[in-house]
């Protein structure tokens, strides 16, 4: 066991967690970038293709995620696809515009405009625009735990 590997890794890892609430870290991908650097230190001797074919598809789950969260919210709370794609471009938006905490209020205020668009009455829109926080906020804890679950298949692995 490499324990400049393991700093190193241990970093990305720490790195990739905080992704997960901070959208300029790439969350899971820095986790896999950790293995791979790990794997380097140690020839990937415990670390095989399968593992990491696993661990790209966990990768991909935590982008599926992202991006499908935000939906649902929208579309549970009683929005209409005005209020999905106002939630969307809301999120792109909202970064530039309000820096990191555009990452929460650029998706509400883009459903909340989306559903006005749609002639929707203030309240509905509104109780959509709160349903891309719910949508978030389970999307974190969704991603969280994924990554949680790459990083303990890891040690798992490596032990």
Known sequence: MSIPGLIVAGIFFAAGMLG??????????????????????????????????????????????????????????????????????????????LGPLGIILGPFLGAVVGELIAYKKADQAVRAGIGTLVGFLGGSLLKLSVQLLMIVWFFYVIS
């Open 20 to 97: 997960t609430f901070l959208p300029v870290l790439p969350g899971a991908p820095l986790i896999l970038i950790g293995m791979l650097i790990y794997g380097f230190f140690e020839q990937f001797a415990n670390l095989t293709w399968q593992f990491f074919l696993g661990q790209f598809i966990l990768v991909l789950l935590v982008f599926g995620v992202d991006y499908l969260a935000g939906i649902w919210g929208v579309k549970r709370f009683g929005g209409s696809k005005h209020g999905i794609y106002g939630s969307l471009i809301g999120a792109v938006l909202g970064i530039f515009v």
